[in-house]
């Protein structure tokens, strides 16, 4: 039997779920032109296109989360968005928009082989640049029912950093 904190819960998280789909569909509609210019692989499929940093939407279920110990604990929602980010961020990869990208990636071109190898784990990455809070219902350790907002748990861009 379901309590009046869940039904709320249930409710407002339908109702951001609504409004999150329908600013997704307005800006898709927007930039269809640069959507196609900017398309990422499918993160299963990486020969499909060429990698660069993308955000990759995925999003676990209810069954998925019971099999993973870590996450079993949430009662609500029955899903978890896990997005990631992937992809390169040197080279032909570059963004154009980030200046200090294109400092580090000229610089790290004119760099012999050795020296090249040495700093590669500090050039610039694919990391989460926009996040939102995620909230979840679940027992504590008194089994009694806890609301938490997560902050900064999901990541809604990415961009190389």
Same mark, same amino acid.
């Given at each position: 039997?379901?309590?009046?904190?869940?039904?709320?819960?249930?409710?407002?998280?339908?109702?951001?779920?609504?409004?999150?789909?329908?600013?997704?569909?307005?800006?898709?509609?927007?930039?269809?032109?640069?959507?196609?210019?900017?398309?990422?692989?499918?993160?299963?499929?990486?020969?499909?296109?060429?990698?660069?940093?993308?955000?990759?939407?995925?999003?676990?279920?209810?069954?998925?989360?019971?099999?993973?110990?870590?996450?079993?604990?949430?009662?609500? !929602?029955?899903?978890? /968005?896990?997005?990631?980010?992937?992809?390169?961020?040197?080279?032909?990869?570059? !963004?154009?928009?980030?200046?200090?990208?294109?400092?580090?990636?000229?610089?790290?071109?004119?760099?012999?082989?050795?020296?090249?190898?040495?700093?590669?784990?500090?050039?610039?990455?694919?990391?989460?640049?926009?996040?939102?809070?995620?909230?979840?219902?679940?027992?504590?350790?008194?089994?009694?029912?806890?609301?938490?907002?997560? /902050?900064?748990?999901?990541?809604?861009?990415?961009?190389?950093?």
């Amino acid at each position: 039997m379901k309590t009046l904190s869940i039904i709320q819960l249930e409710n407002q998280y339908l109702l951001k779920k609504r409004l999150i789909q329908r600013s997704f569909l307005i800006e898709s509609t927007k930039s269809s032109i640069q959507h196609i210019t900017q398309s990422c692989p499918s993160f299963l499929d990486k020969n499909k296109y060429e990698t660069k940093c993308c955000l990759f939407r995925y999003t676990l279920n209810k069954m998925q989360m019971d099999q993973n110990d870590k996450l079993r604990f949430i009662i609500f !929602p029955h899903h978890l /968005p896990i997005n990631m980010c992937h992809g390169r961020c040197i080279g032909l990869y570059m !963004p154009t928009d980030n200046a200090h990208s294109i400092l580090m990636n000229r610089y790290f071109s004119g760099l012999g082989s050795v020296e090249r190898e040495a700093i590669y784990n500090s050039m610039p990455c694919c990391a989460a640049n926009e996040t939102i809070p995620f909230t979840i219902l679940y027992k504590d350790h008194k089994d009694q029912l806890v609301t938490e907002t997560l /902050p900064k748990a999901v990541k809604t861009n990415c961009a190389c950093s």
